[in-house]
């Protein structure tokens, strides 16, 4: 698999991030340590208490785009919103429809953070940073 087909979507209907150059998806679970004097072997024994996830998205950094995907703007947008978004982590087709393709993870998220790089002579781009605010769904196309 190359990473030119693993796609961040965001909203309802799901749009790509427009002008992706990497994309992240991070899971975790929180460990509560409960061992008690009875255990044997000096390990100690964890459980998970909860779980916690975030996504990220580097792109080049424009207010233009087309329908299928959301631009930088948007993105900030979003922030400034406050409001839960639909999100999926999904591989695509890689065609410019951007077409979800196999096992997709669906959840709840709130954008974060957002941070613009403008370097002189260079791209602009933008990470967009998003918490998980719902357990993933995982689903097949």
């Known amino acids: 698999?190359?990473?030119?087909?693993?796609?961040?979507?965001?909203?309802?209907?799901?749009?790509?991030v427009?002008?992706?150059?990497?994309c992240s998806y991070h899971l975790s679970a929180t460990l509560e340590d409960s061992?008690?004097?009875?255990?044997?072997?000096?390990?100690?024994?964890?459980?998970v208490t909860g779980m916690a996830g975030d996504i990220s998205c580097d792109a080049l950094y424009s207010t233009e785009t087309d329908a299928t995907g959301v631009n930088g703007e948007q993105a900030l947008d979003m922030l400034l919103a406050g409001q839960e978004v639909d999100?999926?982590?999904?591989?695509?087709?890689g065609?410019?429809?951007?077409t979800a393709?196999?096992?997709k993870y669906?959840?709840?998220?709130?954008?974060?953070?957002?941070?613009?790089?403008?370097?002189?002579?260079?791209?602009?781009?933008?990470?967009i940073q998003m918490q998980m605010n719902s357990k993933p769904v995982k689903s097949s196309e």
Do not use: H, W
């Open 18 to 22: 427009a002008f992706s150059t990497s």
């Open 101 to 103: 393709t196999g096992t």
């Open 95 to 98: 065609d410019k429809n951007r």
């Open 1 to 16: 698999m190359k990473g030119q087909n693993l796609r961040i979507m965001i909203g309802s209907p799901a749009k790509c």
């Open 87 to 93: 999100v999926e982590f999904t591989a695509t087709n």
């Open 106 to 127: 669906s959840c709840k998220a709130i954008v974060n953070d957002i941070s613009i790089n403008a370097p002189n002579r260079q791209n602009v781009t933008y990470t």
């Open 35 to 47: 061992s008690t004097k009875d255990d044997e072997g000096g390990f100690q024994k964890q459980e």
